[in-house]
């Protein structure tokens, strides 16, 4: 009976691991009731990494290449099973794979806003996002934080964690730095560097590298973009006075063709008696009549002749040009 059972058993001769679709990052080796036949052949292709587990402790790591399993080849589970140099027998043993391609192209973003103090405009709501990669680089740390005894382990399910640290890392970043917004968004590729090494320990204590990481915009929440617009558009313009009354001249035609006309265009501009003052301003500016013109003064008029006499006495001007401008002066006297 005893002979019967052991012809019976199913053993293993080669292990290996053919990545079923994207996103795998972890996958247990189908075993259920077989062994690992002695001598057996285990191949890891590159891009990945395989591991050994017995009975709960990681035994042994393996890099790309192909391997005869036996006693040399497998010296921590030798010692953990205590095998001799002489050991012949099949054994059981969990074998995890690991993908440790780049997974590429993960996209990060503040679901809500960052608030953070600002030099130039105080207490500011931000946001931001990118792109980043990364790839398993240890997978015992990686078996032993993350994925543990799962069948498979997709990079799905670790999604969500790594954007959040990310956005995490973000958030203490804007606070810890002090740099204005305006600096943090026209020099996006430093911040990402600075990011970058702030999570490089904390995706490390998982079992993994942060390859790439990208901002590809930080931005305010639209009401306050809007601000900012309008605050270039005042510096633009020379400062607030001139931008008021850029305003006002624009709304005065737009004013005059509607209802109530310029009479309500104090109130449609606005609130605060300094733009009723500009638009008051602007408004006589534009539509007042002109002002009279200033008196000549008659002995100016007559030192002016007496100096064009001498240019053309002296030849500078000719008789022609002297006569025209005393016409035009004589003129003024009238």
Do not use: C
Request: charged share 20%; no cysteine.
């Amino acid at each position: 009976m005893a002979l019967m059972d052991f012809i019976k058993k199913q053993f293993i001769d080669v292990i290996h691991w053919t990545e079923d679709g994207d996103g795998v990052l972890a996958s247990r080796f189908s075993m259920q009731d077989f062994e690992i036949q002695n001598g057996a052949q285990l191949t890891v292709r590159d891009s990945q990494m395989a591991l050994f587990v017995n009975e709960g402790q990681v035994a042994d790591v393996f890099g790309a290449g192909l391997y005869t399993l036996n006693t040399q080849t497998l010296p921590v589970l030798t010692y953990l099973k205590n095998w001799d140099k002489l050991f012949q027998s099949p054994f059981k043993s969990d074998v995890y794979f690991y993908s440790t391609r780049i997974q590429l192209d993960r996209k990060w973003g503040t679901a809500n806003p960052i608030t953070v103090r600002d030099k130039d405009f105080g207490m500011v709501r931000l946001r931001a996002f990118g792109i980043y990669s990364y790839r398993i680089v240890d997978p015992k740390l990686f078996y032993q934080q993350v994925s543990g005894t799962r069948e498979s382990y997709r990079s799905e399910e670790l999604e969500g964690q790594l954007r959040n640290t990310i956005v995490a890392g973000m958030a203490d970043l804007f606070g810890e730095s002090g740099i204005p917004f305006m600096d943090m968004a026209g020099n996006q590729e430093e911040l990402a560097r600075a990011l970058r090494t702030k999570l490089d320990a904390t995706f490390s204590n998982l079992g993994l590298k942060l390859e790439t990481l990208m901002v590809e915009n930080i931005s305010l929440p639209e009401e306050l973009q809007k601000m900012l617009d309008d605050r270039i558009g005042v510096n633009i313009m020379g400062g607030m006075q001139s931008y008021t009354q850029f305003q006002v001249a624009t709304a005065i035609p737009l004013a005059a063709q509607n209802e109530g006309g310029l009479a309500g265009l104090g109130a449609g501009m606005g609130v605060g008696f300094g733009v009723g003052q500009q638009v008051a301003q602007t408004m006589g500016q534009t539509f007042a009549p002109a002002a009279p013109a200033a008196p000549v003064n008659v002995d100016e008029v007559m030192a002016t002749l007496e100096k064009l006499h001498g240019l053309m006495t002296k030849g500078i001007l000719s008789s022609e040009e002297f006569e025209a401008k005393k016409a035009e002066l004589l003129k003024k006297l009238a």
